[in-house]
């Protein structure tokens, strides 16, 4: 008999990847269904990307890489982070990883001790709660709901923190609900954190290149608590690159060097195509992407208003990624037939199985009234599907 151990035992399965599942097993069974629960953008990578990609491997980039990427690549990243966020970083701050992912993975382990309180700002991406969980530490949720646009108050990070807490993570833009952080809405962030020197942030700004309004700001501008700020990005989202598997680190050189430490026993340095790839996406203005930013807001705006004739959806404005994330809970503890709705998780099966359109329940991101819904798709599936929703959605009594 095979004994897995305690740790992955307790370890949930990603719920936007098991949604992605069930609808991959529907539709292998011939049903149409409309997959709105993955984050990831329908548009192909730019070709000047996908050239140096291809010139890399013309160009023989096939040994091994350095732990924490070519030096040529954290140069790359050191110049965007000047140039596009006025921030100033070395090459030994900067470090390469398999996706922003491991680079969020890297940094809670190498931050957190057993019993160490990290405070997530909720609704949250759904890994952040898991990661802790791995590092042996104790998530601790700071909550804003849709009235406050999502976005956690500095006096109710103060009241949150303790002498155990040792991280601040939140993302902005943010999955799931798109909300987006002002500078003056950091700068008060910042000043709280400003009076606790044990606290190191983690800001995951993935997304920063899908922002509706104004110029995004990161929480590193701060130079009272810029040597505490972890910086996570990566190109899957602005550069329409998933697959190809490349996020980074920007922190204190001592941060980026114990997570090149942990990064050395795990994966060791990124593909090395990606990398040679990514350094043309680095030093690309980001105005390359334009046409994908316009694009998500066009279907952002097209979303909004077919759900506003859903009745009982609660909606915000999105002004950042591509998600909406609507308060449903007026649907909660109603009926079609045999089919009882008792919260998200039952609407979102109800919604696949007889809508065929695949949604992610709140529960996963820390808010049990909401759906997440992502627009990463053409205008026609949208429209179809929303008209699927509607429809569905009607029939409960």
Same mark, same amino acid.
């Given at each position: 008999m095979?004994?897995?151990?305690?740790r992955? &035992?307790?370890?949930?399965?990603?719920?936007?990847?098991?949604?992605?599942?069930?609808?991959?097993?529907? /539709?292998s069974?011939?049903?149409?269904?409309?997959?709105?629960?993955l984050?990831?953008?329908?548009?192909?990578?730019?070709?000047?990307?996908?050239?140096?990609?291809i010139?890399?491997i /013309?160009?023989?980039?096939?040994?091994?890489?350095?732990?924490?990427?070519?030096?040529?690549?954290?140069?790359s990243?050191?110049?965007?982070?000047?140039?596009?966020?006025?921030?100033r970083?070395?090459?030994e701050?900067?470090?390469?990883?398999?996706?922003?992912?491991?680079?969020?993975? &890297?940094?809670?382990m190498?931050?957190? &001790? *057993?019993?160490?309180?990290?405070?997530?700002?909720?609704?949250?991406?759904v890994?952040y709660?898991?990661?802790?969980?791995?590092?042996e530490?104790q998530?601790?949720?700071?909550?804003? $709901?849709?009235?406050?646009?999502?976005?956690i108050?500095?006096h109710?990070?103060?009241?949150?923190?303790?002498?155990?807490?040792?991280v601040?993570?939140?993302?902005? *833009? #943010?999955?799931?609900?798109?909300s987006?952080?002002?500078?003056?809405?950091?700068?008060?962030?910042?000043?709280v954190?400003?009076?606790?020197?044990?606290?190191?942030?983690?800001?995951?700004?993935?997304?920063?290149?899908?922002?509706?309004?104004?110029v995004?700001?990161?929480?590193?501008?701060? !130079?009272?608590?810029? !040597?505490?700020?972890?910086?996570?990005?990566g190109?899957?989202?602005?550069?329409?690159?998933? $697959?190809?598997?490349?996020g980074?680190?920007?922190a204190?050189?001592?941060?980026?060097?114990? #997570?090149?430490?942990?990064q050395g026993?795990?994966?060791?340095?990124?593909?090395?195509?990606?990398?040679?790839?990514?350094?043309?996406?680095? !030093?690309?203005?980001?105005?390359?992407?334009?046409?994908?930013?316009?694009?998500?807001?066009?279907?952002?705006?097209?979303?909004?208003?077919?759900?506003?004739?859903?009745? #009982?959806?609660?909606?915000? /404005?999105?002004?950042?990624a591509?998600?909406?994330?609507?308060?449903?809970k007026?649907?909660f503890?109603?009926?079609?037939?045999?089919?009882?709705i /008792?919260d998200?998780? !039952?609407?979102?099966?109800?919604?696949?199985?007889?809508?065929?359109?695949?949604?992610?329940?709140?529960?996963?991101?820390?808010?049990?009234?909401?759906?997440?819904i992502?627009?990463?798709?053409?205008?026609?599936?949208?429209?179809?599907?929303?008209?699927?929703?509607?429809? #569905?959605?009607?029939r409960?009594?």
């Amino acid at each position: 008999m095979i004994s897995l151990s305690n740790r992955i &035992n307790s370890l949930a399965e990603s719920e936007t990847l098991a949604m992605a599942q069930k609808s991959r097993e529907l /539709k292998s069974r011939g049903f149409d269904v409309i997959n709105l629960s993955l984050g990831e953008p329908d548009f192909f990578t730019p070709e000047f990307v996908k050239e140096a990609g291809i010139n890399g491997i /013309k160009e023989n980039h096939s040994f091994y890489t350095p732990v924490n990427g070519y030096l040529e690549l954290r140069q790359s990243i050191c110049k965007k982070l000047e140039r596009d966020n006025k921030l100033r970083y070395t090459p030994e701050q900067i470090v390469v990883t398999t996706g922003a992912k491991q680079a969020l993975y &890297n940094a809670l382990m190498c931050l957190v &001790n *057993p019993g160490d309180e990290v405070i997530i700002a909720a609704p949250y991406w759904v890994s952040y709660r898991d990661m802790v969980q791995l590092a042996e530490g104790q998530a601790v949720y700071v909550y804003a $709901g849709i009235e406050d646009d999502f976005k956690i108050k500095p006096h109710q990070l103060e009241a949150a923190i303790t002498p155990k807490t040792r991280v601040f993570m939140y993302s902005s *833009p #943010c999955n799931p609900t798109g909300s987006v952080y002002t500078e003056s809405e950091l700068q008060e962030l910042a000043k709280v954190l400003e009076k606790y020197p044990q606290i190191t942030i983690i800001a995951d700004e993935i997304y920063e290149h899908i922002t509706f309004s104004g110029v995004h700001a990161s929480i590193a501008a701060f !130079d009272a608590i810029r !040597d505490r700020v972890v910086i996570i990005n990566g190109v899957s989202k602005g550069f329409a690159m998933t $697959g190809w598997r490349l996020g980074y680190l920007a922190a204190h050189q001592d941060i980026a060097k114990a #997570c090149t430490k942990l990064q050395g026993q795990i994966t060791s340095g990124t593909s090395s195509i990606t990398q040679r790839a990514t350094i043309a996406a680095m !030093d690309a203005n980001p105005s390359v992407t334009a046409h994908m930013l316009e694009k998500f807001r066009e279907r952002r705006d097209l979303l909004m208003e077919l759900v506003r004739d859903i009745p #009982c959806f609660i909606i915000n /404005k999105p002004e950042g990624a591509f998600y909406l994330f609507p308060n449903v809970k007026a649907y909660f503890g109603k009926s079609d037939g045999d089919y009882h709705i /008792k919260d998200a998780p !039952d609407l979102c099966m109800y919604l696949l199985e007889k809508a065929q359109v695949a949604t992610v329940a709140g529960d996963a991101f820390g808010d049990k009234d909401c759906i997440r819904i992502s627009y990463a798709t053409s205008n026609q599936l949208i429209i179809e599907a929303v008209k699927r929703i509607k429809e #569905c959605l009607a029939r409960l009594k």
